[in-house]
T-cell receptor, first 112, second 113 residues
């Protein structure tokens, strides 16, 4: 089972560049989320989705866009990268609201 | 206001001893879920245990148990018989409202021989 797959694992960007972090799951989970993890701050929710075509904002949505055209995929787009977006990004999915989330391995993103 | 509070930035425990990691939460919802995750140095997030707000019994999963005190809004993780492999960051999280999962800042546990 692939579970939750994130690509790329590492990325370095220059300020102002845009890019898309990919997330795919093969478990037919309705719920998908994006988090960022910064030292000393735990994981913070960026955006989440409760099903195809439905997305909503989390705690720290500014500077990020998402879409959910299929159940399997939930890409995260950085519109104009800033050094403050240097972080480790995790994608997660779950079958239901009170089911444990399955996490991808993370994407380590550095913005210069 | 902080939704999930983990007051212990770091904890030490000797191998084979039990350890309790604290977590308090804040919510006005009647229905919510509490989770604990482990993050080893390799970086992956590993689900450990879940407690629903309506569950009357404390959740247990092997060496992990959740000491759920609803009136005090606490959901402490108890690890019995600690092992060296338990050394990791531990995160408490709460799912409330429309599917948001909110994490605490974590506790770094170090198990020594």
């Amino acid at each position: 089972n692939a579970g939750v797959t994130q690509t790329p694992k590492f990325q370095v960007l220059k300020t102002g560049q845009s890019m898309t972090l990919q997330c795919a799951q093969d478990m037919n989970h309705e719920y998908m989320s994006w988090y960022r993890q910064d030292p000393g701050m735990g994981l913070r929710l960026i955006h989440y989705s409760v099903g195809a075509g439905i997305t909503d904002q989390g705690e720290v949505p500014n500077g990020y866009n998402v879409s959910r055209s299929t159940t399997e995929d939930f890409p995260l787009r950085l519109l104009s990268a800033a050094p403050s977006q240097t972080s480790v990004y995790f994608c997660a999915s779950s079958y239901g609201r009170y089911q444990p989330q399955h996490f991808g391995d993370g994407t380590r993103l550095s913005i210069l | 206001a902080q939704k999930i509070t983990q007051t212990q930035p770091g904890m030490f425990v000797q191998e084979k001893e039990a350890v309790t990691l604290d977590c308090t939460y804040d919510t006005s919802d009647q229905s919510y879920g509490l989770f604990w995750y482990k993050q080893p140095s390799s970086g992956e997030m590993i689900f450990l245990i879940y407690q629903g707000s309506y569950d009357e019994q404390n959740a247990t999963e092997g060496r992990y148990s959740l000491n759920f005190q609803k009136a005090r809004k606490s959901a402490n993780l108890v690890i019995s018989a600690s092992q060296l492999g338990d050394s990791a960051m531990y995160f408490c999280a709460m799912r409330e409202g429309r599917d948001k999962l909110i994490f605490g800042t974590g506790t770094r546990l170090q198990v020594f021989p």
